[in-house]
């Protein structure tokens, strides 16, 4: 029997110091642990950097998204943690994703950030569902734009 997906949805504040080069090596870290551990735990989803913070999808069971975020609550990469939905779905949005990502200087990104910026990082004012469709509509802008350079 098949357990009942999950998606949540969280922000968190950057704690990476240090240079451009240093706060890449660093995220690329962070992408490269995801893309290992997440396709043998079943969790899909996405990663968006930008003002100082990150936003991240996860899609999975209850308890394996449960065991990632405790790993990420965890990291000193990450501060303020904060769940801003965290729900049942009945099917994933980035099913082709271990994780992917979305750094600075794409166009989710700089939204993002004006997002951040506008929210001032207050938790109230940041709804997962916008962050959630933010990705989503990146997501598919890349994958088109990569279908048609093909």
Not at 51 to 74: D, P
Request: net charge negative; glycine share 6%.
């Amino acid at each position: 029997m098949n357990e009942p997906l999950f998606r949540l949805i969280y922000i968190s504040r950057n704690e990476i110091s240090g240079d451009e080069a240093t706060l890449n090596r660093e995220i690329d870290q962070i992408l490269a642990s995801s893309r290992v551990k997440n396709p043998i735990e079943n969790i899909t989803g996405a990663l968006m950097f930008n003002a100082g913070c990150f936003a991240q999808v996860l899609e999975g069971s209850h308890n394996e998204i449960q065991n990632t975020f405790e790993r990420i609550q965890c990291d000193p990469r990450h501060s303020h943690v904060v769940v801003l939905a965290f729900e049942p779905t009945s099917e994933r949005s980035f099913s082709n994703w271990s994780m992917a990502y979305f750094g600075t200087n794409s166009n989710a990104a700089a939204k993002f950030g004006d997002i951040a910026n506008k929210a001032g990082f207050d938790p109230s004012l940041l709804e997962g569902d916008r962050i959630f469709d933010l990705l989503k509509e990146h997501l598919i802008e890349a994958e088109s734009a990569s279908h048609r350079k093909q």
